[in-house]
């Protein structure tokens, strides 16, 4: 392998500064047109790449910007980390990712590192851990010695900060009563998530539309799977045992698990029961019978928080910081899983 080439090598080959070796290489007018060529040609000869590290620390910034989400293998984050590329890259900045699965300790261990001068700012969707334990000090921490941080989906009330988010309480309510304008009368929901604040709002929405119009609430429907427990036993107990002619998955593998289980025990979608999940997955329409979903605009979530944090990044010093939360909005998908509505509604 080649052995690296640096302005400190350029300059020592023809007996000039750093500084004058920098300055050829962007072209700046204050060096020689004779002397810029030189340097140019041989810099170009020998495959020279800027150091961007070096050039952080001596610009104060390394154009980078981190993102820490609590998993890859839902298509939300999926959609949400193009969104957020998108915008880096129309802005010059390169992105740094990294999955917390879900636990504190890797969420804590990770921010240690991007903090130490390897990005300008930081995108967090929180782990399940930090908001069951509400544990938030190594935020606070990152934006004290490091930069600015914006939540986006998954926040705490806790952080002062920027957070882009969901309309979750209303999109759940509208789901609840889209079904309940379909006929529905006892709606489950089910989640593998608990210790999650997304999923207490969405139950909140959820519970409000079935007292809003007059239906009884079952605790036993409301099917929050903890990690741990095997889904497909906790599903079929629950249709064998409970009434249940619609069920909203509160996130992807929670819809698509419900529906083939309940098509195992012979149910038929949509007549005897209905299914609507959170996120819209793009295979949702090849699915049979094809899914009713809410769209989060999950990308349009990423490319909102990558702007916030960008704009944050490149504001002068000395701007007076004014924290917002974007929220945005959602969109019901109609698709075959569900019934038409009922005309008495």
Request: charged share 25%; net charge neutral.
């Amino acid at each position: 392998m080649k052995q690296r080439i640096t302005l400190k090598h350029i300059a020592k080959t023809f007996n000039v500064s750093i500084a004058t070796v920098s300055k050829a290489l962007k072209d700046s007018h204050e060096i020689s047109v004779a002397t810029k060529l030189k340097i140019q040609e041989y810099a170009k000869l020998h495959n020279y790449r800027p150091n961007s590290i070096a050039l952080s620390l001596l610009n104060k910034k390394s154009k980078t910007i981190g993102v820490i989400m609590p998993s890859i293998l839902n298509p939300f984050f999926v959609k949400t980390f193009s969104g957020i590329e998108q915008v880096a890259n129309e802005k010059g900045y390169n992105v740094i990712a990294i999955v917390s699965h879900g636990k504190l300790d890797k969420e804590i261990s990770s921010i240690i590192v991007l903090e130490n001068g390897l990005i300008d700012g930081l995108l967090i969707s929180l782990s399940e851990e930090a908001e069951a334990k509400q544990h938030f000090s190594h935020l606070e921490e990152f934006i004290d010695n490091a930069g600015p941080i914006v939540m986006f989906d998954r926040v705490s009330d806790s952080v002062n900060t920027d957070k882009v988010i969901v309309d979750d309480f209303n999109c759940a309510y509208k789901a609840t009563e889209h079904l309940i304008k379909t006929g529905c009368k006892h709606i489950s929901v089910v989640s593998t998530l608990d210790n999650v604040g997304i999923i207490k709002l969405r139950i909140d929405g959820y519970l409000k539309a079935l007292v809003d119009y007059n239906l009884p609430i079952n605790r036993k429907i409301i099917n929050l799977i903890k990690p741990g427990y095997d889904f497909e036993t906790e599903l079929k107990t629950m249709l064998d045992y409970q009434e249940v002619d619609a069920i909203i998955g509160l996130e992807e593998f929670s819809a698509v698990e419900s529906m083939m289980i309940a098509q195992d025990r012979g149910y038929i979608v949509p007549d005897d029961i209905s299914i609507i999940s959170f996120t819209s997955s793009d295979f949702f329409k090849y699915t049979k019978p094809s899914i009713t979903c809410i769209n989060q605009h999950s990308v349009f979530m990423g490319k909102t928080a990558a702007e916030i944090l960008i704009s944050k990044i490149e504001q002068p010093l000395g701007t007076e910081t004014v924290f917002e939360t974007k929220t945005i909005k959602t969109t019901l998908i109609e698709r075959k899983s569900t019934k038409p509505l009922v005309n008495n509604y």
